[in-house]
């Protein structure tokens, strides 16, 4: 059996077969990339790309920070380069698998997913969608998922796509900020075995919004009709003509929304565009996961993440290939489930978080041992830092030391993968994630600005000319836009990432700002404030995350009542109120009551201190709260409970 890495001097690397089948297999690559950023980009786009009319040379990259536009003036149509062109290889592009194991795979060739896109882009036509309109999509995953979203690139409207395990109150903000008409669900899913219901969360979300439509798949029941606002997705589709003509788009156009938490309590819609990011998208998937005409690419991502757009459905219909998604839980009905799809469906790259390998690590090895995954050649990572012991399992018991791992680094903000090793070029280092993709630069920076010694932990910021995949903007929020990426380094996208350099390699070492990654979900501790602020009995609440073996890191809560006394009848109403306002997702794994929080004189609540508390180390600073007796009631009734 072919090996895909091979060891030496203590490293892993490409063997001669990866090397030789790689796409990109020199490190001369990084070099000539860098000469000209603006011209390989350029490059790359042209050839990989289609486009209805192309862009003047001069205006390949345009920059008037904090904005930027590649490709400015280019015409394209999204959906034409995801489908259209490859219409004529007779392909699978999507494999599904739904959660029941009784119930039957579906395998949509480039034709047949096509055929289904056109006609739901005229459905989309008819409910009044315009170029330009948003669209919202709250979806499990699907192939109507991915139809949906194909469609809107089709006629040129911006999709919303909000995770279906988000609540009614998330779903209805997101629809509110972004103005939308028409969403797009489902009656339910299915997860470990249960009906999910989205039905109800749907009907609670649309209450004072200006939806006017809401197409709904039939995922659990058939026998349901539908009236009013609301109509079936699959009645809708059979009453389609069966083409629809692509808009055409400028490269800048926006192409989708996206909405991320950051460091405030209002989830921010980071706006995609669409020639560069379909750019990056593509040649990200082709030379990380080195796709050829033989590959099945299966990201575990759901579609309400950013990896899940861009990985589980963009990058692989872009480059042509053949992508797998499965609708349910990774231990259901047992955890073997995950590595039987693989089998069964003869995966060859396979990407997800670490927060599920540490899962699965836990699960015992018994429910892996026999599965051979012969067809695996790549392996992914990508969410948090890997730690080495789960990226030495994932090695020898997914890959059987035979694959490589490239630990991914991006962003929501990003739209593809900044920081990776190349499969053909190595080396894989467990922890490090490598170094920046060809045609991009980052550096880390300490609190003076300049860039770090040794291994000397900095800020992440990545320097002009900014990636193509790069976010343009924050919806409706320019001054979110700024603060959040442009203030704090002059003309330098600030990722709000630690980093340190390790022989020339970078290692992320995590957020540096008050964003959470649970379970790879990312979450900001001021969300789930608001939320438990909230509630009636809540005066105010500081959020701050704690390391979790299989999770990466949880939320913890302490809490000052206005009324009523500290109880665990509270406690759980509390976590209750965060499902409600933002999803299960999110909810905190512990409450502590407390009766002040740390603060500085100028009120700000120092969770940095609760952080230290709950590791048991002696937090530092307590002198400069206006509060330090504050300190020792926490530690007590920490050590308490
Ligand atoms: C973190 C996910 C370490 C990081 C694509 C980033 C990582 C945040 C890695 C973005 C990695 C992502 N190693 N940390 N390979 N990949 N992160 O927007 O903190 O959900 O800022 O995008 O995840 O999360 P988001």
Redesign the pocket.
């Known amino acids: 059996m072919n090996s895909y890495v091979t060891k030496k001097a203590g490293k892993y690397w490409p063997s001669k077969v990866m090397k030789k089948m790689a796409w990109v297999n020199s490190e001369k690559i990084y070099k000539d990339a860098a000469k000209n950023p603006v011209k390989f980009w350029g490059k790359l786009a042209q050839e990989g790309l289609t486009w209805e009319k192309p862009w003047e040379s001069k205006n390949t990259y345009v920059q008037k920070l904090p904005y930027f536009w590649w490709f400015k003036g280019g015409k394209l149509n999204f959906c034409v380069n995801a489908l259209d062109r490859h219409l004529d290889k007779n392909k699978t592009a999507l494999i599904w698998v739904p959660e029941p194991v009784k119930e039957k795979i579906i395998k949509l060739t480039y034709r047949q997913l096509y055929d289904k896109v056109n006609k739901f882009a005229n459905v989309l036509k008819k409910l009044g969608v315009k170029k330009g309109d948003r669209v919202a999509i709250y979806l499990p995953l699907i192939p109507e998922a991915l139809i949906s979203m194909l469609a809107c690139t089709r006629i040129g409207a911006i999709h919303t796509v909000v995770f279906s395990a988000f609540s009614a109150e998330a779903l209805k903000a997101r629809i509110i900020d972004g103005d939308v008409r028409v969403l797009i669900s489902a009656d339910g899913y299915y997860r470990r075995g249960k009906k999910e219901d989205l039905s109800k969360k749907v009907s609670q979300a649309i209450k004072g919004t200006k939806i006017k439509k809401v197409v709904m798949v039939r995922r659990l029941s058939k026998k349901k009709n539908y009236s009013g606002k609301f109509t079936s997705f699959d009645k809708e589709v059979e009453k389609a003509d069966s083409f629809c003509k692509p808009e055409t788009m400028n490269s800048e156009d926006p192409l989708f929304i996206l909405y991320?938490s950051g460091t405030t309590g209002k989830p921010k819609g980071v706006v995609h565009d669409t020639g560069g990011y379909a750019t990056q998208a593509y040649y990200t998937t082709k030379w990380n996961f080195n796709l050829h005409e033989d590959d099945v690419m299966w990201c575990t991502a759901d579609i309400g993440?950013?990896?899940g757009h861009t990985y589980a459905f963009y990058g692989p219909l872009l480059t042509g290939n053949t992508t797998l998604i499965y609708e349910g839980a990774p231990d259901f009905p047992n955890p073997s489930r995950w590595w039987k799809i693989i089998e069964q469906n003869k995966v060859t790259v396979f990407y997800t978080a670490p927060t599920v390998i540490r899962m699965y690590m836990r699960f015992g090895d018994k429910y892996i041992n026999k599965y051979k995954l012969k067809s695996l050649r790549i392996l992914g990572?990508?969410?948090?830092?890997?730690d080495k012991e789960a990226w030495g399992w994932y090695f020898k018991k997914i890959g059987k030391s035979r694959c490589p791992i490239l630990?991914?680094?991006?962003?929501?903000?990003t739209g593809g993968t900044l920081i990776n090793t190349l499969p053909g070029i190595g080396p894989f280092v467990p922890t490090i994630?490598g170094k920046s993709f060809p045609g991009t630069k980052h550096v880390i920076l300490n609190k003076d600005k300049k860039q770090t010694k040794g291994k000397e932990v900095g800020f992440l910021v990545q320097l002009s000319p900014f990636a193509p995949g790069m976010l343009h903007g924050v919806w409706n929020n320019h001054k979110k836009y700024v603060e959040t990426y442009w203030k704090k380094f002059k003309n330098k996208y600030d990722?709000?990432?630690g980093a340190y350099l390790d022989k020339g390699l970078i290692r992320?070492t995590?957020?540096t700002d008050d964003?959470m990654?649970v379970a790879g979900h990312?979450l900001s501790t001021a969300e789930l404030e608001n939320a438990i602020d909230n509630h009636p009995s809540v005066n105010e609440s500081a959020v701050v995350p704690v390391p979790d073996k299989i999770k990466g890191e949880i939320p913890i809560a302490f809490v000052v009542l206005e009324k009523g006394k500290p109880s665990q009848e509270l406690e759980k109403q509390l976590k209750k109120q965060v499902d409600k306002e933002i999803g299960p997702t999110a909810r905190p794994s512990k409450v502590f009551f407390v009766r002040n929080l740390p603060k500085t004189r100028s009120g700000k609540i120092m969770r940095r201190i609760l952080k230290s508390i709950l590791k048991q180390e002696e937090p530092k600073g307590v002198s400069t709260l206006v509060n330090p007796d504050s300190v020792e009631e926490i530690k007590k009734i920490v050590s308490q409970k």
């Open positions: 991320t993440w950013i990896t990572t990508v969410g948090e830092p890997i630990d991914t680094w991006w962003q929501t903000e994630a990722t709000s990432d992320i995590g957020r964003v990654k990312r």
